[in-house]
């Protein structure tokens, strides 16, 4: 069993910057894939990012290539999305989850979400 707990969410400018931090429990985190998804009003979740165990193969969704990144310290059991250069399209809940690849259906624990605004 695993839990995580979003953070970090918030209300930025267009061109601004946020870091989202998971926190997942569970023994099972340092050998499990990790993933950032998102879902905007009205639409359905989208895959943003997703990273290996060991921090060595991340991979983004087109649309945030070159402004996200993702990253994971094992030790702490955490995993992050830097977003940088913002977009008011960027506005979603975003969620982390255990899995791997772009699809939802591959990741069997998610957290709550945590909101990202961006204004223009």
């Known amino acids: 069993q695993v839990q995580l707990v979003e953070s970090g969410g918030g209300l930025v400018q267009a061109g601004g910057s946020l870091r989202l931090s998971c926190s997942a429990s569970?023994?099972?985190?340092?050998?499990?894939?990790m993933g950032w998804f998102r879902q905007a009003p009205g639409k359905e979740r989208e895959f943003v990012a997703t990273?290996?165990?060991?921090?060595?193969?991340?991979s983004y969704a087109d649309s945030v290539k070159g402004r996200f990144t993702i990253s994971r310290d094992n030790a702490k059991n955490m995993v992050n999305l830097q977003m940088n250069s913002l977009k008011p399209e960027d506005t979603a809940v975003y969620y982390c989850?255990?899995?791997?690849?772009?699809?939802?259906?591959?990741?069997?624990?998610w957290g709550q979400g945590t909101q990202v605004t961006v204004s223009s």
């Open positions: 989850a255990v899995g791997w690849g772009r699809l939802s259906s591959n990741y069997n624990y």
């Open positions: 569970g023994r099972t985190f340092s050998s499990s894939a």
């Open positions: 990273i290996n165990w060991s921090g060595t193969m991340p």
